[in-house]
């Protein structure tokens, strides 16, 4: 796995599920990890607690990622304190869920301000922190390029703007040697769609391994794209779905 000693990352969305997932596993690599929260702060501060146990500085800031102040104030806030910013993971999200003609435009507007508005202004806000050798890595989803169940509409739209933000801007960045990919998890295992859910079975039956994901895996994905042996990586998409896309 790859050695972080002496980076620093930053995690959005990451007092719960994935996030705080990816969090603790930068930490464990050696990394010191500042999250942003939107709403719990005990969840927070349990997860900064987490990277201290690693023996690496933590840090948790409030900001709401549907906010775009907040979002930009964050990350200018986590290149101050620490310095520099090698990681940046764009993780926090939603999941909207009903037919089209029942979801409202207030669901819309913040649904695209999380998953596509604050991932643009968080990478533009980070790049003015880091140096060469820079990280940012995106958290999708495997809905972005196959949809197999209907109610979805939004969340794959959202999530699918992220294919074309990470190819763009790992051109925009390559002179730079700053790299820039996508992680697309599928059915993982979180407060947000427990394995033990009414409709997991269905998830469960859609993947050709036949189980849901962990939080480690998906952390995993990420780590890897972190860290010196995905140094030639960019521009790419890495989906983590237990084979639902084959």
Do not use: C, W
């Given at each position: ?20 997932a ?5 930490a464990?690599?050696g990394?010191?990890v ?7 702060k005990?969840?927070?501060?349990d ?8 023996g690496r ?17 964050a990350?200018?806030?986590v290149?101050g ?6 990681i940046?993971?764009n993780?926090a999200?939603?999941?909207?869920y009903?037919?089209?003609?029942e ?19 968080a990478s533009q ?12 890595i995106?958290?999708?989803s ?17 999530k699918?703007a992220?294919?074309g933000?990470t ?5 925009d ?6 790299t ?18 009414d ?5 469960r ?14 952390a ?20 983590v779905?237990?084979?639902?896309n084959?």
């Amino acid at each position: 796995m790859s050695d972080l000693t002496g980076k620093t990352a930053l995690v959005t969305g990451a007092s719960r599920g994935i996030g705080a997932a990816i969090a603790a596993r930068l930490a464990e690599l050696g990394a010191d990890v500042a999250i942003t929260y939107a709403q719990s702060k005990e969840r927070a501060d349990d997860v900064v607690q987490r990277i201290a146990a690693h023996g690496r500085r933590g840090l948790a800031v409030r900001a709401d990622s549907a906010a775009a102040d907040e979002v930009v104030s964050a990350v200018d806030q986590v290149g101050g304190e620490f310095g520099r910013l090698d990681i940046l993971v764009n993780n926090a999200g939603i999941f909207p869920y009903g037919p089209i003609g029942e979801v409202p435009v207030t669901e819309v507007d913040r649904t695209l301000n999380i998953h596509v508005r604050a991932v643009y202004l968080a990478s533009q806000a980070a790049i003015r922190h880091m140096s060469g050798g820079g990280r940012i890595i995106s958290i999708g989803s495997n809905l972005a390029e196959r949809v197999p169940f209907p109610g979805v509409t939004l969340y794959a739209m959202s999530k699918a703007a992220l294919l074309g933000f990470t190819r763009g801007l790992a051109r925009d960045l390559g002179g730079r040697d700053i790299t820039v990919n996508l992680v697309q998890p599928g059915s993982t295992d979180t407060d947000m769609n427990p394995a033990r859910a009414d409709g997991a079975d269905e998830q469960r039956a859609l993947t050709a391994l036949g189980r849901y994901a962990d939080t480690g895996e998906i952390a995993d994905a990420v780590a890897f794209l972190a860290g010196r042996a995905a140094s030639n990586i960019t521009g790419s998409v890495l989906t983590v779905d237990g084979g639902t896309n084959a």
